[in-house]
């Protein structure tokens, strides 16, 4: 009896947690809905204080971002510019200030997009007052676009241009007893010199070189267009001796040159902002003011019903499916599939922001775009920052490809990375041995490397999907494959470039883009859209009730040089994924290793375990 009383007991206890466990998740679910009801927008300042990132799709919450993990806070790029442009004719929105002491950028095609939205408003007769302590590129190309630009006094605008050092792999990997045995095809082998070197060969830093000048011309132009009577160029070639003519005054020289309009610390600049929208005194910033979050969900459709259908492709491209900031194929094609099955869209806008990543997974994107554009419907690219590798591999479908200037494409090639262990194994002292029934048994060996046969097969198999890719754009773009070829061998290339190249048909954003789209459609003067993204869960609308901005990111220092600082962070997060991505074991990948990342990262909390494992290997 005793055995039959404790295990009643048990169950109990089980069903009295499960039932807690379901009125809290019930609690939760109707606390989540109820605060999902934006707040009452009055009139005065709309404050983007855009701490953190912006992003054409930000990554779904984690339990681990609610449960103390260090993540970046991400602004949809489409969000900003609506919530910009509603401004502009919304009499209750008096002025807008642009608080980027927290800004952490988000590329160069993507801020210009948010500049560009700042420039309708103050040409709509509103201010725009931009303050921060310092400065990055990115911070002060979206600055520019401001009517005032403020700076704090112990401040400073500090530009580096793009460039900088790379991640290679090769000494740790040797460390750790790893061999990364690289497939890759073609006569450029930038694309993997991050698995087997510990250095940029000559020729990658050339082509490297004249991708940046071409990227740091662009900045430049949009800098000066917008703000025609600052010296930017003496800051470019001597920021020392700028600073130096000032006394040393960072801050001083910033206004001598031209670069900002007032000196002030926070406290001047929310006096401005009363001027400018009315005084609160119940409000600890001292002005009327318009919370982003409350005017977005008030002014802007996340969804939309139009005849247009706007497809984003955003982040790494992997198999099966995946939540925003990832582009999952199956996900994104299932989207596409649905619409076109359903007739709900009469064009397609694919918004690519990638630097492509699983060859199968691209390939299943463009399959869709395929039998969408067999059924009558139009397809039109928009490349963002990045559309390169598999993101360009995706855009191949397109009746019209768009880009900017400074978005980064091309690198048409393929690799393939297979990580064996045999020096690991042999470090610890542990031996792999085995028996074969034929050629191919147990490989591709991870344990004592592939056999040649491996070798041969996975190099053919790298070898027919660069073959099948450069067909593709040869179809795609009315050229021969021996045509591509010569542009392809995973060489990355600027957004004028590659317009001169072929590889797109004219520079223009979203705008452009789905008003083509309309054109081909021949839908006249209908501009509407409707976003294919995948819907929004309960489980993600209570993951957004817990992990508030305020408590969700780590205080962050706001001296000048604290923006130069985050770099070794993003650094370290990238190097980490790396990795990762090396370790996971075997892949054929359209991927580009030299591009930047679609937008800053943060180091998740969950890799403190790879971390930990490198440093005790290496120790």
Not at 386 to 406: K, L
Request: glycine share 12%; hydrophobic share 45%.
């Amino acid at each position: 009896m005793k055995f039959v009383s404790a295990i009643w007991k048990l169950l109990v206890g089980i069903k009295d947690g499960l039932v807690l466990l379901l009125m809290l998740l019930f609690f939760g679910m109707l606390y989540a809905a109820l605060s999902a009801r934006p707040d009452p927008v009055g009139e005065g300042v709309l404050d983007l204080a855009l701490d953190g990132s912006v992003t054409e799709q930000p990554a779904r919450l984690s339990w681990t971002d609610v449960a103390g993990g260090t993540r970046v806070q991400e602004h949809r790029l489409r969000d900003l510019v609506a919530a910009l442009d509603a401004a502009k004719d919304d009499g209750r929105v008096k002025a807008v200030a642009l608080d980027l002491d927290g800004f952490l950028g988000g590329g160069q095609t993507s801020v210009g997009d948010v500049a560009e939205a700042v420039m309708r408003v103050r040409a709509a007769g509103k201010p725009v007052v931009a303050y921060a302590t310092g400065y990055s590129d990115d911070g002060y190309q979206l600055a520019s676009a401001a009517s005032e630009i403020w700076l704090n006094p112990l401040g400073a605008v500090l530009v580096t241009g793009p460039g900088g050092s790379s991640l290679y792999f090769k000494g740790l990997l040797d460390k750790l007893g790893v061999t990364a045995n690289v497939y890759r095809v073609g006569t450029y082998k930038a694309a993997v010199e991050p698995y087997t070197r510990n250095d940029m060969s000559p020729e990658a830093k050339q082509n490297a070189l004249a991708l940046d000048q071409a990227v740091l011309e662009t900045w430049r132009d949009s800098v000066k267009r917008a703000r025609p009577k600052a010296n930017v160029d003496r800051f470019l070639r001597d920021p020392v001796g700028a600073v130096a003519q000032s006394g040393g005054d960072m801050a001083k020289a910033s206004l001598a040159a031209g670069l900002v309009d007032k000196l002030g610390d926070r406290q001047a600049f929310q006096v401005r902002l009363q001027q400018l929208g009315g005084a609160d005194n119940n409000t600890d910033a001292g002005y009327k003011r318009i919370k982003l979050a409350s005017y977005i969900g008030d002014q802007v459709d996340g969804v939309g019903a139009g005849p247009i259908g706007v497809v984003t492709v955003a982040g790494m491209i992997v198999d099966g499916e995946a939540t925003g900031g990832t582009a999952g194929g199956d996900t994104i094609a299932r989207e596409i599939e649905e619409a076109v099955r359903e007739k709900s869209v009469k064009a397609l806008v694919v918004r690519v922001d990638s630097p492509g990543g699983s060859v199968t997974a691209s390939e299943r994107i463009r399959q869709a775009l395929v039998q969408a554009k067999a059924n009558k419907i139009p397809v039109v690219v928009s490349m963002g920052n990045v559309a390169a590798s598999g993101g360009y591999w995706i855009a191949t479908p397109a009746d019209f490809i768009f880009a900017e200037p400074s978005t980064i494409t091309g690198s048409i090639g393929v690799f393939g990375v297979l990580p064996s262990f045999q020096g690991a194994l042999e470090k610890l002292g542990i031996g792999a041995d085995g028996v074969k029934t034929t050629p191919l048994s147990g490989e591709p060996d991870l344990l004592r490397g592939p056999s040649p046969a491996a070798n041969q097969l996975i190099q053919t198999g790298v070898e027919s999907m660069y073959v099948r890719f450069i067909n593709i754009v040869a179809a795609s773009r009315r050229k021969t494959p021996q045509q591509v070829d010569q542009i392809a061998q995973g060489r990355v290339w600027d957004g004028g470039t590659a317009r001169q190249l072929g590889l797109v048909d004219g520079f223009g954003g979203m705008e452009e883009a789905v008003a083509k789209a309309a054109q081909l459609a021949r839908l006249g003067d209908e501009r509407g859209v409707r976003y294919l993204d995948p819907a929004r869960s309960y489980r993600d609308d209570l993951l957004e009730m817990f992990a508030s901005d305020e408590s969700s990111d780590a205080p962050q220092a706001r001296d000048p040089f604290a923006v130069l600082a985050r770099r070794p962070q993003q650094q370290l997060a990238a190097a980490v994924g790396e990795v990762r991505a090396i370790l996971a074991g075997p892949s054929i990948q359209a991927r580009c290793l030299e591009c930047p990342p679609v937008a800053p990262v943060a180091m998740p909390h969950v890799d403190a375990s790879l971390l930990d494992l490198i440093m005790a290997l290496l120790l």
